[in-house]
DNA sequence: CAACGTGTTCCAG
DNA sequence: CTGGAACACGTTG
C-alpha cells in the first residue's frame, strides 16, 4: 500500500511516496500535506547518514535508457560530483538526455541528481530551485572529485 | 512523421 | 571569452 508523508529541508519540504522499500516519488515543494517520511530522510536531510539504504528509487527500474541514467546517477558516491557527460558515457548515452532525465527525475535524493554538474565547473540546473541545489552539495561537503 | 525543447558539450572565431 | 552547431530522446503538433 502507497504511503505519503512530508519533512523539511531548510525553507522546503520535500514530499515522499513510497511503498515499502521502494521509493515513487521525492520531490520539493512549497507546502506539501501533513505525514511521517521514513527516518532515512530526515537523517539524510540533518545530515546524519549519507545512504538511503534499503530505501531505493522506482525509476531505476526497468532497462530504458532513463532507468540506465538513473542508476548511473545513483552509483556517485555521498560527497562527490559527476559531470553530465560521464554520466552519459556510463549510461552510454548524451549528456543532453542526461540532463532531460534529471529534469524529469522523479525521485530527487535518492537518485542524486544534485551530485551532476556542469562540465565546465558549473553547477547545472535544478527544480524548482538551484539554491536547493547548492544547500545539499554545501551540506555533503562538496568535494570536486575524490 | 517532422519539429521543438532540454539541468549540455565541444569546436571555431 | 563568445557564439553556434550537434547530440539523443521524450513530447507535441
Not at 117 to 122: M, R
Request: glycine content about 10%; overall charge positive; aromatic content about 8%.
Amino acid at each position: 500500500m502507497m504511503k505519503t508523508g512530508s519533512c523539511s529541508f531548510g525553507m522546503w519540504k520535500v514530499l515522499v511516496s513510497w511503498e515499502g522499500n521502494v521509493v515513487h516519488q521525492v520531490q520539493f515543494v512549497r507546502t506539501a500535506p501533513e505525514g511521517l517520511v521514513p527516518v532515512q530522510f530526515t537523517k539524510f536531510l540533518a545530515g546524519r547518514v549519507d545512504s538511503f539504504a534499503p530505501l531505493v528509487s522506482a525509476a531505476v527500474s526497468g532497462d530504458s535508457v532513463y532507468s540506465r541514467i538513473y542508476a548511473a546517477v545513483s552509483d556517485i558516491p555521498y560527497g562527490e560530483t559527476r559531470t553530465y557527460g560521464e554520466v552519459a558515457f556510463a549510461a552510454d548515452t548524451h549528456p543532453r538526455v542526461v540532463g532531460n532525465a534529471m529534469a524529469r527525475n522523479p525521485t530527487a535524493l535518492i537518485v542524486p541528481c544534485h551530485r551532476v554538474t556542469a562540465a565546465d565547473g558549473g553547477l547545472g540546473g535544478f527544480t524548482p530551485d538551484l539554491q536547493i541545489k547548492r544547500d545539499l552539495l554545501k551540506m555533503e561537503g562538496k568535494r570536486r572529485r575524490g
